[in-house]
């Protein structure tokens, strides 16, 4: 950026003066990299010192670009007509924060909890981008959430949108779209204003079948198909910033739940104050989550039995099933583990650890359980006279990969199949040899 102004080329000598001793490397492979692009390019002139320069197709586009000169339109094209129907800031925060919630609630269908947002319907193309990505499994018609997506659940909600985003653009083509046009309307998202209302007119159709799905996941805003303007969400506007789009699912959403309800949620301090924690955990297992959020009940309830709900806390206990059952959806310990001690509540992590030791290690050895034994079905060769006559059929059996396990001090091996092994002993007859 310092060099798109600059009317000569830029000497070596003074590049090296924003480069660190310590990172010539690191600069090497920057300027390799940025020539074959095309965006560097090197000037020698006889007499004068080695310099650099950006490639004047790239520096004229990129100055305009960032004037907003031209017909690219790179950063959308506000309306010049007020919207007879405006929407405010505060209005666009609730409609992102009820339909990401209602993302993350299908995600988590599969706890039992009722999910169910009033108004609020999925697409087709929204919960089949979740399969695809595998955030979700759809068995017997019903949903699962998957280690990757429960990895995603835990995830700030920056991080969130972009992974869906990169979903998007990964599977353009399997949804007939142009990649090229994905890609670029992804990349004005980051520079559009939130609360301004931007016309449709100049995106191109890939653009305009977008707006609809990304209307679904609440980071863009429109009346109706048919509207003639879109607003985009905070969920798209701090794509680009350090900003937290809705802070994170408990803060967010508890958030928006605790202004909804801020006599009975203030009192009681629902949301974990203001966000940073609402579970606390006792060494009897027994849990606490002072949340009245349904989404963040239906996450606890993925490795948690739930008995009691009041309308700002529920209180449950983390058992042997409860964990298993988290296991068997391709939940892990760790995961599990990270879920707690991210969202503990400030009490909690007065406490040096913030966890008790007992629970994280027995959820460990819960997970251990189920990997501590796996049944192979096959055969067992033994009695075995010699030394020599084992080596030879366990030796067969290792080269046609039918051996499961061999202990050649006891004599006896194990297979998944036996007629080959059976067959080879047929041709070499041997004495005491007994299949089991």
Known sequence: MAMLYITHPLLVTDLELWVRPDSKRERDHALSLLERLHVFSTVTNPGQPRAYTLTNPFAASLRLAL??????????????????????????????????????????????????????ILSGGVKKLL????????????????????????????????????????????????????????????????????????????????????GDFGIIYQTGPSSSRFYPTRLATTLTSDAGALRSVSA???????????????????????????????????????????LQIAVLHLFTRLSTRYPNMVAGKITRDSIRRAVSLGITADQIITYLLTHAHP???????????????????WQIEGERMKATTGFLFKDFVSAAEFEGPCRYAEEIGVLVWKSEGRRMFFVTRHEQIAAFLRNRPRKGVIAG
Not at 72 to 99: N, W
Not at 261 to 279: L, M, Q
Not at 350 to 359: A, E, Q, R
């Open 347 to 365: 009490q909690m992590r007065k406490l040096n650890p913030t966890l008790p030791p007992t629970v994280v290690d027995q959820i460990r050895l």
């Open 67 to 120: 004037t907003g000169g031209g017909n690219h339109k790179s950063f959308g094209v506000p309306c010049d007509t007020p919207d007879p129907d405006p929407i405010t800031i505060p209005e666009l925060d609730e409609f992102a924060r009820r339909q990401w919630e209602g993302v993350l609630g299908y995600m988590v269908g599969s706890t039992g909890i009722n999910m169910y947002v009033e108004g609020i």
């Open 131 to 214: 399969q695809l990505g595998g955030l979700v499994e759809v068995k017997s018609k019903r949903v699962e959430i998957t280690q990757d997506g429960f990895a995603f659940i835990l995830q700030e909600v920056n991080a969130q949108v972009w992974t869906i985003l990169i979903l998007y653009l990964e599977n353009a083509e399997t949804l007939n779209m142009d990649p090229v046009d994905v890609l670029s309307f992804l990349f004005m998202l980051g520079s559009l204003e939130l609360g301004q209302d931007y016309n449709k007119a100049t995106l191109t159709p890939t653009q305009i079948q977008m707006l609809d799905d990304l």
């Open 252 to 294: 967010g959403f508890d958030n928006a739940l605790l202004r909804s309800h801020p006599t009975s949620s203030s009192s009681s301090n629902t949301s974990g104050d203001n966000g940073k924690g609402f579970i606390v955990i006792e060494t009897n297992y027994r849990i606490y989550a002072y949340t009245s959020s349904p």
